[in-house]
C-alpha cells in the first residue's frame, strides 16, 4: 500500500505493507531510530514516538492506520524548543535517563507535559466559563475540580501526582532514574513551560 | 518490502452492517480495533499467512457513549483511556483506579473496549472487572441478516476464557452499571500482558447489611487459563455470616482454589496460590470493614 505520512517534518510517500509495524518503518526511514525494542511486542517502551503530538508504541501501530498522520521521533523532538526544557530540568535535578532509554523516557515525559498542559487548560475554560455565565463563587468550584482530579489521581495543579507517574512509567523497567527524580523533573519543565508561554503572551 | 510477503488487504467499513458484509464476504479477515493485543503476539511481522484486516475504526456508531442515570452504554471502539476519563466522573474511585491500573497511558490510549473484550484466548483486566460489575454487551451475528443479541459479559467466555463468538459475531456496545454496590475490590497480581502464566486478576463487588454480605459478585481471571465466575460461589459469600474466624476464611479460601483447579486444568500452582492469598486478603478486609462498623 501507499502511505503518507509525515515524518519530523519532512513530508513522505511510501510504500508498504499495510500491517507493517510503524517500528520497523523507522528503523528504514529514520537513521538513527533506536534498535533496541527488541521486546517482540512487551511494551519495553523503546520504540515510544509521538504519534499525531500523543505518545504511542511504533511496534504497535499498523502502517494502514498512519495514513495523513504526523510523527515525532526523539530525533526530531531534539531539535523543538520544548526539548530544551526538559533537557533543563535534567540538568537542574542533576541526573537523566541512561542512553538506552533517554529518547523514551524523554518523550514519555514530553506527552505527560502536553496531558498537564490539557488539564490544565481545561481547568481554565471551566472557570472562564463559570464568569462568562456570571457565577460568582468561581474559585471555589474551580479549587474544588481541582482537587477532585488530584484525589482521583490525576494531573492538576501545575505538578504531577507520583500514583500517575509511576503508572505511566511501569513499562519502562530500566531503573536508571528514580521516580522521585522523575517527579521533579517533570514538575520543573512543566514549570520552565509555563514561564516560557507566559513570557511568550 | 520482504520477499514473499504479501501485503494483506484492509477493508475501511463506515457502518456496522458494511463490517458485518465484509466479514461474510472475506471469513478469513480479521476485525481489527485496537491492535495492541494483536500486533504484541510474536510473530505478526514479518507473516507470510497474514489474514485480511477489517479496520473498525471508521464506523462512528462504535466509537459513542451513551449515559443514563442507571447505566454507562460505551460503543466498542471507545478506547480504555476514554472510559477512565468518564470514570473519574461516574465511577467509584476503586473502579476508576482498576481501569487506570490496566496499563500506562500510552497503552491505554490506544487499546479499546471491545478489543480488550475480544481477544480470542485471553483475558485481562477490563473482562475481570466488567464482569464483576454484571456489564452487558450488545453482539452483531455475523449472518445476513446481522440480528443484534444483548448478553451478560460472562456468556462469552468458557471456563477456559476463550472467546467463544470469534468469527461468529461482532461485539458493538458494552453496558456498564452506574448503580454500583457499597463495596468494590478489584486487585491484580503480576504482569498479565507478559507473563499470562503467572498473572491472577480479582474482582469483588458486594454490601454489608447488618451481619451478611449481600450480592456478592466475584470473578478471578488467570490470563491465559481461567475464566472463573460462579453463582454457587456468589451464594456461598452470601450466605456466611460475619464476622469471620481464620479458620472459615481458610476454608472458604480451600473451596475457591478446588474450584478454580476444576476450571482450569492449566492453572499454574504459582497462580492458585496468589489466588488463594488474595481472596484470604479480601475476606479479612471484609471481617476488618465489618468490625469497625
Not at chain 1, 133 to 151: H, L, R, V
Not at chain 2, 41 to 62: A, C, E, H, T
Not at chain 2, 146 to 174: C, H, N, Q, S
Not at chain 2, 195 to 212: D, H, M, R, T, W
Request: proline fraction near 4%; hydrophobic fraction near 40%.
Amino acid at each position: 500500500m501507499r502511505l503518507n505520512c509525515n515524518v519530523n517534518g519532512n513530508q513522505l510517500s511510501l510504500v508498504v505493507n499495510s500491517d507493517k509495524p510503524l517500528s520497523n518503518i523507522l528503523k528504514d526511514v529514520v537513521d538513527s531510530f533506536p534498535d533496541n525494542n527488541q521486546c517482540l511486542g512487551a511494551s519495553c517502551g523503546n520504540c515510544v514516538v509521538l504519534l499525531n503530538g500523543v505518545a504511542t508504541l511504533s511496534c504497535l501501530v499498523p502502517a494502514f492506520s498512519l495514513n495523513g498522520s504526523s510523527i515525532l521521533t526523539f530525533d526530531g523532538f531534539r531539535k523543538t524548543r520544548f526539548y530544551h526544557d526538559i533537557e533543563r530540568a535534567y540538568n537542574d535535578v542533576g541526573n537523566q535517563p541512561c542512553p538506552q532509554c533517554y529518547a523514551s523516557k524523554t518523550l514519555l515525559i514530553e506527552s505527560l507535559l502536553i496531558r498537564m498542559d490539557k488539564e490544565s487548560q481545561s481547568r481554565k475554560d471551566v472557570v472562564n466559563l463559570g464568569r462568562s455565565m456570571g457565577f460568582s463563587p468561581i474559585p471555589t468550584a474551580s479549587q474544588g475540580y481541582a482537587n477532585e482530579m488530584a484525589a482521583r489521581g490525576r494531573l492538576g495543579g501545575g505538578s504531577v501526582d507520583p500514583q500517575v507517574l509511576s503508572q505511566e512509567f511501569s513499562m519502562c523497567r530500566c531503573q536508571c532514574i528514580e521516580l522521585s527524580e522523575l517527579e521533579k523533573i517533570v514538575n520543573l519543565a512543566y514549570k520552565y513551560r509555563s514561564r516560557r508561554r507566559a513570557r511568550r503572551t | 518490502m520482504q520477499e514473499g510477503l504479501r501485503s494483506p488487504t484492509v477493508f475501511n467499513p463506515k457502518t456496522i452492517g458494511e463490517s458485518v458484509a465484509a466479514k461474510l464476504k472475506n471469513p478469513n479477515a480479521c476485525f481489527w480495533a485496537g491492535g495492541t493485543f494483536i500486533m504484541s503476539r510474536p510473530g505478526f511481522y514479518p507473516n507470510p499467512s497474514q489474514r485480511d484486516i477489517i479496520s473498525l475504526k471508521g464506523i462512528v456508531d462504535l466509537s459513542k457513549v451513551y449515559h443514563s442515570d442507571r447505566f454507562v452504554e460505551v460503543g466498542s471502539m471507545v478506547t480504555i483511556q476514554q472510559l477512565s476519563n468518564m470514570g473519574g466522573y461516574l465511577f467509584s474511585h476503586e473502579l476508576n483506579d482498576a481501569i487506570l491500573s490496566i496499563g500506562s497511558s500510552v497503552i491505554r490510549n490506544q487499546a479499546t473496549v471491545g478489543g480488550a473484550l475480544c481477544t480470542s484466548n485471553m483475558r485481562f483486566s477490563l473482562c475481570c472487572i466488567l464482569a464483576t460489575l454484571n456489564a452487558q454487551v450488545e453482539l452483531r451475528m455475523i449472518t445476513k441478516s446481522a440480528p443484534a443479541r444483548w448478553m451478560p459479559i460472562t456468556k462469552l467466555y468458557d471456563r477456559k476464557g476463550v472467546f467463544i463468538y470469534e468469527g461468529e459475531a461482532l461485539l458493538t456496545k458494552v453496558r456498564i452499571p452506574t448503580e454500583n454496590k457499597q463495596f468494590q475490590v478489584f486487585r491484580s497480581i503480576g504482569l498479565p500482558m507478559q507473563k499470562p502464566e503467572e498473572a491472577v486478576v480479582f474482582g469483588l463487588q458486594y454490601s454489608i447489611n447488618q451481619a451478611n454480605i449481600m450480592l456478592p459478585s466475584m470473578c478471578m481471571v488467570f490470563p491465559s487459563s481461567c475464566f472463573y465466575m460462579s453463582q454457587d460461589f456468589d451464594n456461598l459469600l452470601a450466605s456466611i455470616n460475619l464476622p469471620l474466624t481464620s479458620d472459615k476464611i481458610m476454608k472458604i479460601s480451600k473451596r475457591l482454589v478446588s474450584e478454580l483447579k476444576n476450571a482450569s486444568l492449566n492453572a499454574s500452582a504459582l497462580q492458585l496460590e496468589r489466588a488463594s492469598r488474595l481472596f484470604e486478603s479480601v475476606l479479612s478486609e471484609i471481617n476488618t470493614t465489618f468490625l469497625a462498623g
